[in-house]
């Protein structure tokens, strides 16, 4: 695991997130299949929000379990909140908005979430 440093496309939210690269995700559902997000998953306490609570908003959908967040000026999702299996508090990251990532190096597995 790496510490990286990400954020939304205006810069108005920034976030730190000690994660791993190796186990990635794309995914087909109904919002990650328009949004193009390939994403990593990090336990709640590897991840610290620098800046920005006050431009997230929150969007559920399906159970509502997961916090999709988004900025409300630039309107880029670059992380969301949810629990992980067993309970546990995670943050799932938008790798395409980590600062020094090339997302075209990386081999995500592609995840059928429209069977969900």
């Known amino acids: 695991m790496a510490k990286h ?3 939304c496309q205006c ?3 920034r976030f730190e997130v000690e994660v791993g690269l ?3 995700i794309t995914c087909n ?3 990650c299949g328009k949004l193009g997000s390939v ?3 990090a336990a709640e306490s590897d991840f610290t929000l620098l800046q920005g609570e006050d ?7 399906n159970t509502s379990k997961i916090s999709h967040l988004f900025c409300s000026a630039c309107g880029i999702e670059s992380f969301g909140r949810g629990e992980g299996p067993g309970g546990v508090r995670m943050a799932a990251i938008n790798v395409r908005c980590l600062d020094d990532v090339d997302v075209f190096a990386l081999d995500p597995v592609q ?3 429209k069977a969900f």
Do not use: I, M, P
Request: glycine share 16%; charged share 20%.
């Open 5 to 7: 440093q990400g954020g």
């Open 11 to 13: 810069g108005n939210v």
């Open 22 to 24: 190796d186990d990635l």
């Open 29 to 31: 559902c109904s919002r």
């Open 39 to 41: 994403l990593a998953f």
């Open 55 to 61: 431009h997230l908003t929150d969007y559920r959908f």
């Open 111 to 113: 995840v059928n979430g």
